[in-house]
């Protein structure tokens, strides 16, 4: 008797399983074939497999694909990257902006990948209702004090940071990558933590840490288990525990010492950490991007130095910079950015809803959308026949000279800046609610050092280096050659 209740028991709880396992797969097998009915009216190439588009593209050869497929199918596209993963591609301006804002959301992948080798950061969760808090917070940080103190750095301060790249290098020459990426740590650390940064002992260590731990980020943060199995696992997290240490010891030091108030408004360590990541590796790119351009275009150079003549002879009774009278310097920095942005593609997701377009294209929940940035930005539809040339002038207007300014030189006195926001294809630092937070700081912060830069060096490509490393055309998107060695010629 007991042990026919224990079978019927047993019977139950078996029934139960399978049909609640049943109904789960049920439930996965309906969202697919939801998926694939919401996406097939979305243009695209026919999935040579099961397993869609994936095995086909890789890193390297995605812009190049995407520009095919937008060629062939028009400004939206839709590639398969495997049964239930929908990518799709927008090319349209006015698509994208409204894309952008709708669509809040990042892949799983990079909140993951940055919470396990930074810590708890809010910087890069994936839903935006669960960051967008702290994201208005950090932007009037950036936007005020911090802002304010990235556009008036004293010159000595970015002599020292000169200097400190420069003893960092190999006497004579040395790759702009290499220098690019001292000049944009030093200059983000001190902005964020303060003068003292400079004089860190440890800053160097720091540095050297955070590349090495944003190298493998990404591949230790594509697990979907954490591998706890591997040795090298163990050795990333052990530097990724010392990153956090000096973080915190540093980060300590300062609000004692130095009654840094922005530093107040990031307890957890991981924030900070994010910050320096994120924001020294994109303004890296950006200046070694700019200096390339400087040495090959000559005739620039001379023009941002003569606005920079002008400006010390307007604030005669100031040591600080302050690049807003300096329209071609700014218009240089915007142009670089816009041939070269600090990644190809911007990529947004909507996790819980699907995304309905003012031109009837509806986007199912969950598929990763990107949008080709440096396709968008060389069109030649939107930015003319000269789209894949430097030509900072695009962003700068002719006003009428100023008679009474007896120092007019080169007639720079009479131009003023194009706002970069007037070009709706101008998107290096993104767009809408997902936004890069710190556009208007990375901009002041690399103007300022270029301002005083150019006031005191010229730079040169070294004697024996390539003579002409001009950008060229590969698999369809700007590229530029390897990193020149450059050198900087103190001005007499």
């Known amino acids: 008797m007991a042990a026919s209740f224990f079978e019927r028991q047993l019977n139950a709880i078996s029934w139960v399983s399978l049909i609640t396992v049943t109904a789960f797969l049920l439930l996965k097998l309906a969202n697919i074939f939801g998926l694939w009915i919401k996406a097939r009216p979305i243009p695209g190439p026919p999935c040579p497999s099961f397993y869609g588009h994936g095995h086909l593209i890789t ?167 954490t591998p706890f199995w591997k040795q090298e696992f163990w050795r990333y997290q052990e530097s990724c525990t010392r990153l956090k240490l000096l973080t915190e010891e540093f980060a300590k030091e300062c609000r004692q010492n130095c009654n840094t108030e922005f530093l107040w408004a990031f307890e957890p360590c991981g924030e900070l950490i994010s910050l320096m990541f994120h924001g020294s590796l994109t303004m890296a790119a950006l200046v070694a991007n700019i200096l390339t351009r400087l040495v090959t275009h000559l005739d620039i150079q001379d023009e941002i130095y003569s606005e920079v003549v002008m400006a010390q002879k307007v604030r005669r009774k100031t040591h600080e910079q302050n690049v807003e009278g300096m329209p071609k310097l700014l218009a240089t920095v915007y142009e670089s950015a816009r041939l070269l942005p600090a990644g190809p593609l911007l990529q947004r997701c909507s996790l819980d809803n699907d995304l309905n377009l003012k031109n009837g294209t509806v986007i199912p929940a969950g598929a990763i959308i990107v949008v080709p940035v440096q396709l968008v930005q060389s069109n030649t539809e939107t930015w003319g026949k000269d789209a894949d040339k430097f030509n900072p002038y695009r962003f700068v207007l002719p006003t009428e000279p100023i008679p009474d300014v007896k120092e007019s030189l080169n007639g720079f006195d009479s131009c003023a800046m194009k706002e970069p926001d007037e070009f709706e294809a101008f998107l290096p630092f993104g767009y809408g609610a997902r936004a890069c937070i710190g556009q208007k700081l990375a901009v002041r912060g690399i103007s300022s050092l270029f301002a005083a830069l150019l006031g005191q060096y010229e730079i040169r490509l070294q004697s024996g280096s390539e003579s002409n490393p001009k950008p060229t055309m590969n698999n369809y998107i700007l590229e530029l050659l390897p990193s020149p060695k450059i050198v900087f010629i103190k001005r007499k």
């Open 59 to 225: 890193r390297s050869n995605l812009t190049e694909i995407l520009y095919k497929c937008h060629k062939k199918y028009g400004r939206v596209v839709k590639l398969w990257l495997g049964p239930t993963q929908l990518l799709v591609s927008i090319e349209d301006s006015e698509l994208i902006k409204e894309v952008l804002w709708k669509a809040e959301d990042k892949l799983p992948l990079t909140g993951r990948a940055f919470r396990l080798a930074f810590g708890k950061s809010s910087l890069f969760v994936s839903s935006f209702d669960k960051v967008e808090h702290q994201r208005k917070l950090l932007e009037v940080k950036l936007g005020g004090k911090l802002l304010e103190r990235a556009s008036l750095i004293p010159d000595k301060i970015l002599c020292s940071i000169i200097e400190r790249a420069q003893n960092e290098t190999t006497k004579g020459g040395t790759e702009c990558e290499t220098i690019s990426l001292s000049l944009a740590f030093s200059i983000l650390g001190s902005t964020i933590f303060g003068d003292v940064f400079l004089s860190w002992p440890k800053a160097t260590v720091y540095k050297e840490l955070l590349m090495k731990i944003a190298k493998d980020a990404c591949f230790w943060g594509s697990y979907s288990v």
